[in-house]
């Protein structure tokens, strides 16, 4: 073999723009587990007297930081995904982009929430804002109750329904993501009663297959790329000349 058919014989061949798609949207999928880190980070914030303590307010801006990227990262996987899935259904696939947004908006509020705690201890309000302080923390539960069990729920179903009609991942993914869409509803429709809170046990058990859902999904993407299907005829061109 002369040098010139060994060149060309180990040239990497060029990635197409839909694995492109793909792979940008299963790594979004995965950072948004970032977050996880916070249910440690925040257990001081919600504390009682949290305001008339010490502290620590550096994990909580550590916490607040790491949920900006997950927020950020979730309207990508919707940015990177519709190109792709509204050639299955348009407005369903804009219905996802608004939903996955509306999300990230929840949670940049729940944020905002937290921070506006760190800043009453930091100013020294003492007891006194221990009613503001509680306040707030029930703002950021119910912020969270809605828009971390309800909306994922949507998004779940809509991005599902697309991905299951259009076949571009096994089928049984999508499936998890609707069992994943009830037992939210169902956690949420419970929370809103009073039977259990955001933190709970049993919120935390409701919540796994969704996130099983978002997790399989990002490493199906990243791992194998989308499935052929009719709805990506012709998307296939290559990105650079071979």
């Not at 923390?137 to 991005?159: E, K, M, Y």
């Not at 571009?168 to 809103?192: E, K």
């Amino acid at each position: 073999m002369d040098r010139t058919s060994a060149t060309q014989s180990t040239k990497r061949v060029p990635m197409d723009s839909l694995r492109k798609t793909a792979l940008a949207a299963g790594v979004l999928y995965l950072i948004t587990f970032v977050s996880i880190p916070t249910l440690f980070l925040y257990s001081a914030v919600r504390g009682a007297n949290y305001i008339i303590g010490p502290g620590p307010d550096t994990r909580v801006t550590i916490g607040g930081i790491l949920e900006i990227i997950v927020a950020l990262a979730g309207i990508g996987t919707a940015v990177a995904l519709y190109p792709v899935i509204k050639r299955q259904n348009h407005g369903v696939a804009l219905g996802f982009v608004a939903s996955r947004t509306l999300e990230a908006a929840t949670i940049f509020a729940c944020v905002v929430t937290l921070l506006a705690v760190v800043t009453l201890r930091k100013s020294g309000v003492g007891a006194p804002g221990l009613v503001t302080a509680h306040a707030l923390i029930g703002l950021h539960d119910w912020t969270f109750t809605i828009g971390q069990s309800l909306i994922p729920a949507v998004n779940a179903v809509l991005l599902g329904s697309l991905l299951y009609k259009s076949r571009l991942v096994p089928r049984i993914l999508p499936v998890v993501g609707f069992i994943g869409a009830v037992l939210l509803v169902v956690s949420t429709v419970t929370m809103l009663f009073g039977v259990h809170n955001y933190n709970s046990a049993a919120s935390g058990l409701l919540a796994i297959p969704i996130a099983l859902w978002e997790f399989s999904l990002g490493v199906w993407l990243v791992a194998k790329g989308f499935r052929p299907s009719p709805i990506t005829a012709g998307m296939s061109t290559r990105s650079t000349r071979g």
